[in-house]
């Protein structure tokens, strides 16, 4: 299976800062079907950004992803207040699908 | 619009089965695949497996060694996701999601696994 690693595991920022959010592959990932999703305490994970760099519905313009292969990059141009919460990758290219360990971005 | 609704909290002994059930509304069930996922108290969330609601075709993680059987009622645009042997690495909040990247998601059932 395809084990994501992602770093930081935190990320300590101030409103307004870029934000950038790593995930890397021990394989590479099929047509960079790769995603990455927001989740907040107690809420299910919210899909962010699908197939490396395609922004899901609603989302919006300051969240951008990058990569293929086997290193991916979330990059939030400028930190909201609600952009603090724990960003999870997943691959759904191979079977089994594979989530990275989270990175947490708190507020400095 | 577009929502997936599920069943509420389980309490269940270990070695007992569970089945959480995933109401779908909004969208035409069977053009999109659903899949399970969950998580244990402060872990990663884990996929489970998905089925393919059109053909009802499964696939499941092997990290549940057979104990987890997705099905789903095209007629009551439900899926539904049962785990059998239960034991206490088990307890967790169940999700089910829409299609592979998961662009819809349920609110999440808490499953409790205690003697």
């Known amino acids: 299976e395809i084990v994501l690693t992602q770093s930081p595991a935190t990320l300590s920022l101030s409103p307004g800062e870029r934000a950038t959010l790593s995930c890397g592959a021990s394989?590479?990932?099929?047509?960079?079907?790769l995603a990455w999703y927001q989740q907040k305490p107690g809420l299910a994970p919210r899909l962010l950004i699908y197939d490396a760099s395609s922004r899901a519905t609603g989302i919006p313009d300051r969240f951008s992803g990058s990569g293929s292969g086997t290193d991916f990059t979330l990059t939030i141009s400028r930190l909201e207040p609600e952009d603090f919460a724990v960003y999870y990758c997943q691959q759904y290219g191979s079977s089994p699908i594979t989530f990275g360990q989270g990175t947490r971005l708190e507020i400095k | 619009q577009v929502q997936l609704v599920q069943s509420g909290a389980e309490v269940k002994k270990p070695g007992a089965s569970v089945k959480v059930s995933c109401k779908a509304s909004?969208?035409?069930?069977?053009?999109?695949?659903m899949q399970w996922v969950r998580q244990a108290p402060g872990q990663r969330l884990e996929w489970m497996g998905w089925?393919?609601?059109?053909?009802?075709?499964?696939k499941y993680s092997q990290n549940f060694q057979g104990r987890v059987t997705i099905t789903r009622d095209t007629s009551a645009t439900t899926a539904y996701m049962e785990l059998s042997s239960l034991r206490s690495e088990d307890t967790a909040v169940y999700y089910c999601?829409?299609?592979?990247?998961?662009?819809?998601w349920g609110q999440g059932t808490t499953v409790t696994v205690s003697s």
């Open positions: 999601a829409r299609g592979r990247q998961g662009d819809v």
């Open positions: 089925i393919n609601a059109g053909n009802g075709n499964t």
């Open positions: 909004g969208y035409t069930f069977t053009i999109y695949a």
């Open positions: 394989q590479s990932v099929s047509s960079s079907y």
